[in-house]
């Protein structure tokens, strides 16, 4: 019950509502332009939705890496979550803005604010057009530094919006939302079709496929998971796993069929130390000598991953790399456990800061462990795709990829086409000698909007 509790009150919401004589619409009858204001939304409410209707969003659950928040921007509409009380404050018929941009919610703006966001809405509309005249182009800094620019992705429905705005391929598929969506546990077969799929489709791009991250806000009736009294420490991800390896081993199955049609990666999430890894790996190559065996062709030099978002993966992540071929930074998860902020509770967003001095630091050690052994980093947490971090980590030098809400994809190209690398590596060091959160936002913004000046105004144009 305990894993059902977000549907619970979701039910418990709308009952309150239709009590209190507010209409209760479906979310598949939307059929004229709304703003949507719920809430949340479950994984089964952003199938159904008519996006071409849903002009905006806001919920009063979730952060911003919130499964909610997470879902929210890859709808690619403008939206803002975790405002508590919104649902008694605004009926339906009202008028409402909605400022993704600086994460606002308008209800019966006056005359004035309406035209001043009604011009900015036209000046975002010519930017975001200008963005896309770069999409064929790679990301390449002035001193010829290529860094490859992916999308994360919790469907396969999203494959050709990606494509739009210039991904290279896919640098996480989050797996979860396949189990999520369905009452049941997928089959070997269902998960195979669906992973081919996703491969044939990004080919010749790489695409990185994620082992279940089930645990803290994600449960799964059938893996029996959550009578947790702290699920966000508890058996999530990796260790969800290798306690269910009949469940791991049917993804990994899946996974290493799908390798055959194009070029797959595999990456375990939630990873705490190597022995995690040692133990997946085995497992890993147990399914693969069955497949042998049984003639199954699959890619046998396929690589493996981990990601990097816990502080003890972090500090012990030159132990992980030799595990491993490739390390991704979940800096959503990584800044959760590292300030011991919840991710998802709005009543401490505040302190969710990803600036903060111990946040750079664990990433300049990560990255100098991976540049000693030569092996790939890759960030695919919210901060890839913030144009506010990207000169900061080009600064860390050996960055492989940054993957991110496809959206944000020619946003950061634009501010690595007008960087230098020498440059980053003199603004990153400037960065870490910073000694307070507050000192460090201000350094990145007045720095940014010096350096690019047209991508940091209040209003873009
Ligand atoms: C992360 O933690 O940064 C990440 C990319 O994974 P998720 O948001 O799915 O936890
Ligand atoms: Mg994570």
């Known amino acids: 019950m305990k894993g059902k509790k977000d549907d619970l009150e979701l039910i418990v919401h709308g009952v309150i509502r239709n009590l209190l004589g507010y209409s209760q619409n479906a979310l598949a009858d939307i059929q004229k332009p709304v703003i949507l204001i719920t809430h949340t939304l479950s994984p089964s409410d952003i199938i159904i939705i008519p996006r071409q209707n849903v002009l905006g969003l806001a919920t009063e659950v979730g952060g911003k890496t919130s ?4 879902f929210a921007s890859a709808l690619g509409i403008p939206s803002v979550v ?12 009202d008028q409402v803005i909605v400022d993704g ?9 006056s005359k004035e604010s309406l035209k001043h966001y009604k011009v900015k809405q036209v000046e975002h509309k010519k930017y975001e057009e200008k963005l896309l005249v770069n999409i064929e182009k790679p990301a390449i800094t002035s001193d010829n530094f290529r860094v490859k620019l992916l999308a994360n992705i919790e469907s396969t429905h999203e494959i050709k919006v990606l494509k739009k705005y210039g991904a290279e391929g896919i640098g996480l598929y ?4 396949l189990y999520l969506s369905s009452q049941n546990s997928p089959s070997e077969n269902d ?11 990004i080919a010749p791009h790489s695409i990185v496929i994620r082992t279940l991250d089930i645990g803290m806000d994600k449960h799964l009736a059938f893996l029996g998971s959550s009578d947790e009294e702290n699920p966000a420490l508890g058996l999530r991800g990796i260790r969800m796993s290798l306690a269910n390896p009949d469940h791991f081993i049917n993804q990994i199955r899946a996974i290493l069929r799908a390798s055959l049609y194009g070029n797959v990666k595999i990456m375990y999430p939630m990873i705490s130390d190597a022995q995690e890894i040692i133990q997946a790996n085995s497992l890993l190559e147990d399914v693969k000598e069955e497949m042998k065996s049984k003639k199954i062709p699959f890619n046998e030099n396929i690589q493996i991953g981990a990601m990097i978002e816990t502080p003890s993966a972090a500090l012990c992540s030159d132990q992980i790399l030799k595990e491993v071929d490739f390390i991704s930074i979940g800096t959503n998860d990584l800044i959760q456990y590292l300030l011991a902020v919840d991710r998802m509770n709005e009543q401490v967003a505040h302190l969710y800061q990803p600036y903060n001095p111990a946040i750079l630091r664990t990433l300049r050690s990560i990255f100098d462990n991976a540049q000693a052994v030569g092996k790939k980093v890759s960030v695919c947490g919210e901060i890839g795709g913030d144009t506010l971090a990207t000169l900061f980590l080009l600064g860390l030098g050996n960055i492989d990829s940054l993957s991110m809400d496809p959206h944000s994809i020619p946003h950061v190209k634009k501010i690595i086409n007008q960087s230098s690398i020498k440059d980053a ?13 507050d000192e460090i936002n201000c350094f990145l ?10 991508d940091f105004q209040e209003n873009p144009i």
Request: aromatic content about 8%.
């Open 101 to 109: 941009t600086n994460g606002h919610i308008i209800t019966n703006p």
């Open 445 to 454: 913004i007045d720095e940014m909007r010096k350096r690019y000046p047209l």
């Open 191 to 201: 998960l195979y079709s669906n992973f081919k799929h996703a491969v044939q489709e």
């Open 67 to 70: 499964h909610v928040g997470i």
């Open 425 to 437: 590596k003199q603004f990153t060091k400037q960065l870490l000698k910073l000694n307070s959160t």
């Open 82 to 93: 975790g405002i508590k009380g919104l649902t008694a404050k605004i009926n339906t018929g």
């Open 174 to 177: 989050r797996t979860e939302f």
